[in-house]
């Protein structure tokens, strides 16, 4: 079983970057794939990025390619989520995700769930 608590979240000006955090407990956190997602205010949850337990492997949704970056630290249990040229429609709250599925997409793929973290980014 692993925990997970998100932070970095922010408000900022469209075209600016925050980097999200994700710290894990336990000790089996370098067994997991773990993902982003987010959720806006009326909208389903949706797929950001995903890495593999080694982080040998990304994959980021379309919408969001070429502005973040997913990595992790194994040695110190924390994923990451690079957000750069942010825009107004990155506005969500971001939740990052454990499982030992090989690079799960959807949410219903995972079992542990972060608290999540606000993003608002203003125009």
């Known amino acids: 079983q692993v925990q997970l608590v998100e932070s970095g979240g922010g408000l900022v000006q469209a075209g600016n970057s925050l980097r999200l955090s994700c710290a894990a407990s336990?000790?089996?956190?370098?067994?997991?794939?773990m993902g982003w997602f987010r959720q806006a205010p009326g909208k389903e949850r949706e797929f950001v990025a995903v890495?593999?337990?080694?982080?040998?492997?990304?994959y980021n949704a379309d919408s969001v390619k070429g502005r973040f970056t997913i990595s992790r630290d194994n040695a110190k249990n924390t994923v990451y989520l690079q957000m750069n040229s942010l825009k107004p429609e990155d506005t969500a709250v971001y939740y990052c995700?454990?499982?030992?599925?090989?690079?799960?997409?959807?949410?219903?793929?995972?079992?542990?769930w972060g608290q999540g973290t606000q993003v608002t980014v203003s125009s």
């Open positions: 890495i593999s337990w080694t982080g040998g492997s990304v």
């Open positions: 995700a454990a499982d030992h599925k090989l690079l799960p997409r959807t949410p219903y793929e995972y079992d542990y």
């Open positions: 336990g000790r089996t956190f370098s067994t997991y794939t």
